[in-house]
């Protein structure tokens, strides 16, 4: 299969403009791909949902998926997540689902970048070894950094601002050219100020923290 290769060009990011209500969740398969029951859930195929406050199986919480549209569809009462193996994870106590709606779109962004994701190692050396051992700890929170065109009348940037003021999560969309879709949520930090150097454009700085891992697809 020949390599696809995406550019940062005809990109669309879309900002959470509404979230659902709480649809509980009873349990969560380990499978692949999870199968998660909900009565009367009321998603549909190619929904976008938040896992919330998910207890035991950590591995899902705080993230955004997509619902299974082909290999396992949706019924009245179960949903697949897209993709998603959870063969290998914890086992599913208690949480919740919630319909994402991404009605804003960000139109003024510049360039950007990514950070953390890494993971903190622990030391596992004991006075039997002769040489030191680690094992991974918690990975780090991954952050995006957006570079913007500043105009404090855009309204993504105003939704942003609102999002950072009162301390809110939001969901956030890539849709690249290619199909790929990247999707996570996170906490946002956006004072609106301008900045930027002598006879250049006005920049503003926009920063997502992730409240969990991102969820990656290679097609729309």
């Not at 994402?100 to 994701?117: C, E, P, Q």
């Not at 051992?133 to 991954?142: E, F, M, R, S, V």
């Amino acid at each position: 299969m020949a390599l696809v290769i995406a550019k940062w060009s005809n990109v669309r990011v879309g900002i959470q403009s509404a979230l659902g209500a709480d649809k509980a969740i009873s349990a969560i398969t380990k499978a692949n791909p999870a199968t998660v029951s909900a009565t009367a859930h009321g998603f549909t195929q190619a929904d976008f949902i938040l896992m919330d406050d998910i207890e035991g199986m950590f591995q899902l919480d705080s993230r955004v998926f997509r619902v299974e549209a082909n290999a396992s569809p949706p019924d009245a009462n179960s949903f697949s997540l897209e993709s998603e193996n959870s063969t290998l994870y914890d086992t599913f106590v208690s949480g919740n689902a919630k319909l994402v709606t991404f009605g804003t779109n960000m139109r003024s962004a510049v360039g950007l970048t990514a950070n953390g994701g890494d993971s903190t190692f622990l030391d596992a050396t004991t006075i039997h070894d002769n040489i030191r051992k680690q094992i991974p700890g918690l990975p780090n929170a991954i952050s995006y950094a957006f570079e913007n065109i500043w105009d404090p009348a855009d309204g993504a940037l105003q939704a942003m601002k609102e999002a950072s003021d009162n301390q809110a999560q939001r969901a956030i969309k890539f849709l690249f050219a290619g199909g790929q879709v990247v999707v996570f949520s996170g906490f946002v930090d956006c004072t609106l100020l301008p900045l930027g150097t002598a006879q250049e454009i006005v920049k503003c700085n926009v920063t997502f923290t992730m409240n969990g891992r991102p969820t990656i697809y290679a097609t729309s």
